[in-house]
């Protein structure tokens, strides 16, 4: 199964945009979910993590306070509102899904993940 992340292009700095994922026929209600990013020859970074039904999110010290996560069930999408963009966040974003263990926490790590996304360029002119 593979996650389809949408939404990126290119915005002069402190503008907006916003991501989706999702998977075509597949759901992920009881999945925690997350956003990851990775600049070139950068590692992959966490950016946000949300819970399977939305209400706890977590984020990078670097992202906090203006990007949003959330998560529409019903829709079987997630989102990442990101507003106040900086030149230093340009990067290819994904998206992750676990496996959906009721006992397991929402993950900071990439190997906490399961399901990605190809991933969405997001590019920010100074």
């Known amino acids: 199964v593979q996650l389809q992340a949408s939404g990126g292009g290119l915005v002069q700095a402190g503008g907006s945009l916003r991501l989706s994922c999702g998977a075509p026929?597949?759901?992920?209600?009881?999945?925690?979910m997350a956003w990851f990013r990775q600049a070139p020859g950068k590692e992959r970074e966490f950016v946000a993590a949300?819970?399977?039904?939305?209400?706890?999110?977590s984020y990078a010290d670097s992202v906090k306070g203006r990007f949003t996560i959330s998560k529409d069930n019903s829709k079987n999408t997630m989102y990442l509102q990101m507003d106040g963009l900086k030149p230093e966040d340009t990067a290819v974003y994904y998206c992750?899904?676990?496996?959906?263990?009721?006992?397991?926490?929402?993950?900071?790590?990439?190997?906490?993940?399961?399901?990605w996304g190809q991933g969405t360029l997001v590019t920010v002119s100074s």
């Open positions: 992750a899904a676990d496996s959906a263990i009721l006992t397991a926490p929402i993950g900071r790590t990439t190997s906490q993940y399961d399901y």
């Open positions: 026929g597949r759901t992920f209600s009881r999945s925690h």
């Open positions: 949300i819970s399977r039904g939305g209400g706890t999110t």
